[in-house]
């Protein structure tokens, strides 16, 4: 590909136009940093007219069409993944609250100094745990996700000042497979201060089950009790599915990082791409563009865009930890599963098109999405081949959970409703054992039913998902 290469050290700003050849100088509050061969750049057909015998027509204009292309590698979390998603699935994305996030264990419980407690019931689940929001069954979200926990002493108790005065907290944090069978254990102590027998305070943590908590180091008051509650964050859903809403974007690519060298790309779309969830969100995406402006951003500058301030994905995330697959009813579990996505965009290659940008490219075929996975199989009859193989119309969905530590976690449910395997392993052709075998379908529309539709749940309010 000719043009800037961006490589690891890129950034890339983009702000969503409000149509073709509008440049848009207001931008999503979000930096993609760029990895491996990513780069886009200008190509430029321009030619002017020539007489018969070859010399340049008098007053002749040169004649032709300017437009980028490129392709993008990204890494990113799941905060943060709705305006790649959007741009790659050609559709907008819709948010609504899903749930409060609150959630008491133990209401103003009567507790013994040294001796744990245990007897946790949850006022919205019936159990000694919390529900967290990476149970799945039938495609569905169902449960509260994991929070901080907000403790609350009343009775007046105090610092016994000639013993160690905490909180013991036992459980599991917000990393738990997207199947539920896989929980990591979790204990944080609480250093207990005065003020924090007489205001709330809040645990660094978050939990989605708690097996105990114990009181040390407190004595005196009235019959003195302490409540357990969830921190009351709310959590949303975001719906986004395959769709036809031509997404144009103005990009500034910047080389070097907030002090390199920006340019400027104008009606910037994806003709195809993928996304893959394994040890990373990792999207690939094939560009097409119009305008150019080197070494400007997007307000005619030649310094970049300042996007100190900007969010960016967390270092800190897990993203793949826990991925499952389902067939139908039947899941199993992956090591990476995604999907690739062609638009089959053609270019206006009319040589005399004076535009400063190509216009919209014109969809030439049907749109092809296909569906990858790596699964794992203990034993080789793990896997349906009647049910499954051999031209059946099926489900597939793939689930993972986003673990970012210190933070809550994000649910991601990938679903293809209408799909036929065109790889999966062959009867009898693997010894037992765990086995890593590759998956590959082609997804389809029935109806209404669009080819892909994602749904992601976290703590982020706005429709890019973070």
Known sequence: MAGILLGRNGAILLGKQTAEGTKQTTLINKVFQTSGDSGIGPQADFNAPTLNDGSLAPNAPVIGQARSEGSLQILQSANGLGTLLEALMLANATSAQYHAGLWNILAATQYTVGTALTSFVSNSQPKDKLQNSTFITGGTITGVNAAKLKFTFDGSPTIDTTKTSQLVVK??????????????????????????LSTPFFSNNYFSEITSVTVEGLTGGSNPTIKIEGDGSAYYKHVIESGETRQFYTMEAILGGSSGVPNTFMDVQVGQGGFTIGDYNEFNLSL??????LRENVRGNTSPTDFSAYTRPSANVATGWGTVLYLNDKFYRCGEAGFDINHNFGQDENPFARDAYVPAGIQTDKREVTVNARINLEKGDDFDFDQYAWGRDLKIMISSASMDF?????????????????????????????????????????????????????????????
Not at 288 to 293: E, V
Not at 453 to 458: A, E, L
Request: some cysteine; hydrophobic content about 40%.
């Open 288 to 293: 097409q563009g119009g305008a150019f402006f």
């Open 171 to 196: 459980g599991f944090d917000q990393a738990v497979s997207a199947d539920g069978t896989r929980k990591r254990p979790a204990t944080e102590v609480i250093p207990l201060v005065a003020g924090d």
């Open 406 to 466: 210190g933070a809550a976690n994000a649910l991601m449910n990938v679903e293809f409703p209408n799909c036929r395997l065109t790889q999966f392993p062959m009867p009898g052709s693997f010894p037992a054992g765990q086995l890593s075998q590759q998956l590959a379908a082609s997804a389809y529309r029935d109806g209404t039913t669009k080819e892909v539709k994602i749904t992601i749940v976290n703590t982020e309010t706005g429709a890019q998902f973070g």
